[in-house]
């Protein structure tokens, strides 16, 4: 027998490309929600889509209009903000500073060293 029929949520908008199995065979809804697949009387129909529980019938049973009903799968609440959440360092923690520091510490042990030689007075030995 051939059923027809069409598929809709519970507030009637139509479900397109909503799928239709008989046993090995199947087929997808049209952009309205509506179908055509051959089946026996007492085969085993299954409807789907996704979003919506598995609608499981035999073909004699078939309704003109079948609705699919959403499924109530709870989702934790997702706060989505554009922020990045990076800690900052402080600077005198980062390695530039190190870096910085040491360069400051070798440039004073530098110019000190080269002031003590300029004030050192060399005296030459002068036989009398």
């Known amino acids: 027998m051939l059923i027809k029929g069409r598929l809709q949520d519970i507030y009637g908008n139509p479900l397109p490309e909503a799928h239709i199995l008989v046993g090995n065979n199947g087929t997808t809804a049209n952009?309205?929600?509506?179908?055509?697949?051959?089946?026996?009387?007492?085969?085993?129909?299954?409807?789907?889509?996704?979003?919506?529980?598995?609608?499981?019938?035999?073909?004699?049973?078939?309704?003109?209009?079948?609705i699919l009903q959403d499924t109530a799968i709870g989702l934790d609440?997702?706060?989505?903000?554009?922020?990045p959440?990076?800690?900052?360092?402080?600077?005198?923690?980062?390695?530039?500073?190190?870096?910085?520091?040491?360069?400051?510490i070798i440039a004073i042990i530098y110019l000190a060293a080269k002031n003590r030689k300029s004030t050192e007075t060399n005296y030459a030995s002068v036989d009398l």
């Open 31 to 66: 952009e309205n929600g509506e179908f055509e697949i051959s089946a026996n009387e007492n085969d085993v129909v299954k409807f789907s889509y996704l979003g919506m529980e598995t609608h499981v019938t035999t073909a004699s049973e078939i309704e003109p209009v079948t």
């Open 77 to 83: 609440p997702t706060i989505i903000t554009n922020k």
């Open 85 to 104: 959440t990076v800690e900052k360092t402080p600077f005198w923690k980062t390695t530039a500073f190190k870096i910085g520091v040491g360069a400051f």
